[in-house]
């Protein structure tokens, strides 16, 4: 299964599970660290748990990964490392404050917004 197919499927789940303001940035060829990056909100902390919690499922059942995830305990900042997509799933005052898009976007000039 290609990095592409993965994140097919993650943009697939994100947009199903009402994930909101989905951003997909190629890091092909721009660093070592993964191929895509997918950072999006969810509306409070358990919308945010629950994206996470089935978009490992569809890793799992429909890509065959095991990916890792951190800080689901607290559901403000949820990282899933998939290995060549790395997801960032966020509240909204989270993301604000880390503004994540703007440390990958200049340096991606074709980041493309989609989604919910």
Same mark, same amino acid.
């Given at each position: 299964m290609t990095s592409e197919d993965?994140?097919?499927?993650?943009?697939?789940?994100?947009?199903?599970?009402?994930?909101?303001?989905? /951003?997909?940035?190629?890091? *092909?060829?721009?660093?070592? %660290?993964?191929?895509?990056? /997918?950072?999006?909100?969810? *509306?409070?902390?358990?919308? %945010?748990?629950?994206?996470?919690e089935k978009l490992l499922d569809v890793l799992k059942s429909n890509c065959g990964v095991l990916a890792k995830i951190e800080g689901k305990e607290t559901g403000d900042w949820v990282l899933i490392d998939s290995g060549d997509v790395l997801v960032h799933i966020f509240r909204p005052e989270v993301r604000e404050f880390y503004q994540l898009e703007k440390m990958w976007v200049p340096m991606s000039k074709g980041a493309a917004p989609g989604g919910a």
């Open positions: 993965v994140l097919a499927a993650v943009m697939q789940s994100l947009d199903e599970n009402k994930a909101e303001e989905i /951003v997909q940035i190629d890091l *092909r060829g721009k660093t070592s %660290v993964c191929d895509h990056m /997918v950072i999006c909100s969810g *509306r409070s902390s358990r919308q %945010v748990t629950a994206i996470a």
